[in-house]
């Protein structure tokens, strides 16, 4: 993780401004930081010291059963909060996201501005909206896969968590989310490579066809 300078603040701020979203001067109070593929934004647990917008990049929600088994639960992407939950109820328990490209995010300090935020109707309403929508996003997400074959969800998957045109999510991850046996999983990736769409490289996939892997994930997007 590293701070980003007042130079380059200057210049994420021109170019994702979001002093509309609140009723107070927020620039005076947040950071910006950069985090690196892999590197965790928030450790799950731990409860972040700060409402987090993310501005450049993706990263993935994680968190771990009782029984010691690690599950991806969903997407964080540019737009979204990080930690919203936590500055609406002290005691939520905080999810793992780490970062799957790397990713820029606008820190805002929950120490000085928790009672701000709180109170600022502009930025209740935008939070409002984004909460609405990701609870939208849950619950279909859930019936997409009663509906779409696996080769559709995959093709999004593979969409949502490229870095660099470089797909290499462990399998076992995937199964889990996509609710598929490693077989299948197996399967569909070897047809997408005899297709052209990917092609191996070393333990990564590459994109090779990025139109025909757009087409099979247009009715989930």
Sequence with gaps: MNK??????????????????????????????????????????VKPDALIYMVEGKAKIYTTHQNGKVSLINFVKPGDYIGEMELLHEDYYSKGIQASTRTVCYNIPLSTCREKLLEDVVFLRELA?????????????????????????????????????????????????????????????QTFCEKGYLYKDGRAYRIHNDEALQLLAQGLR
């Excluded at 130079?7 to 910006?32: C, D, G, L, W």
């Excluded at 696996?150 to 593979?158: K, S």
């Design 4 to 45: 980003m300078t007042e130079e380059k603040v200057n210049q994420y701020v021109k170019h994702y401004p979001i002093a509309n979203r609140f009723s107070f001067p927020i620039h005076e109070h947040m950071t910006v930081y950069e985090f690196e593929r892999n590197e965790w934004i928030v450790r799950e647990g």
């Design 129 to 189: 909206i984004f909460l609405s929508k990701k609870a939208t996003f849950m619950s279909t997400k859930s019936s997409q896969s009663q509906a779409f074959p696996l080769e559709n969800r995959l093709a999004h998957f593979i969409l949502e968590l490229a870095d660099q045109g470089a797909y290499r999510e462990k399998h076992v991850t995937v199964c889990d989310y996509l609710g598929v046996s490693y077989r299948h999983l197996l399967h569909v990736l």
